[in-house]
């Protein structure tokens, strides 16, 4: 069993930065991908980044590349998202998500659909105010 706790999030200006953090209770994290997923007002959950359990591989939406960068710490439990050059468009909740990566023989898969992920943090609102 693995418990995700998101922090970091807040209100900041268009061209700001935010890192948000996400600590994990439970031996399995380190064997666990790790994914970052946006929910804005309305509209369906999104991937964002995500990174694999070694932190080898790591995939971003298009819409953030360049922007944003995902990065873990296996010795702290935590994942991080780095938010750089923040626009309105980014204005969601995020969630970060979590998956032991057992049932894929330990590759270093970054999954992209919600439902691939078994562990859910509360998530953390940021906003962008232009």
């Known amino acids: 069993q693995v418990q995700l706790v998101e922090s970091g999030g807040g209100l900041v200006q268009v061209g700001g930065s935010l890192r948000l953090s996400c600590v994990a209770s439970?031996?399995?994290?380190?064997?666990?991908?790790v994914g970052w997923f946006r929910q804005a007002p309305g509209k369906e959950r999104e991937l964002v980044a995500a990174?694999?359990?070694?932190?080898?591989?790591?995939y971003y939406a298009d819409s953030v590349k360049g922007r944003f960068t995902v990065s873990r710490d296996n010795a702290k439990n935590t994942v991080y998202l780095q938010m750089n050059s923040l626009k309105p468009v980014d204005t969601a909740v995020y969630y970060c998500?979590?998956?032991?990566?057992?049932?894929?023989?330990?590759?270093?898969?970054?999954?992209?659909?919600?439902?691939?992920?078994?562990?859910w943090g509360q998530g953390t609102q940021v906003t962008v105010s232009s």
């Open positions: 439970g031996r399995a994290f380190s064997n666990c991908a």
């Open positions: 990174i694999s359990w070694t932190g080898g591989t790591v």
């Open positions: 998500a979590a998956v032991y990566v057992g049932r894929w023989a330990f590759s270093e898969i970054t999954p992209r659909s919600p439902g691939e992920y078994d562990y």
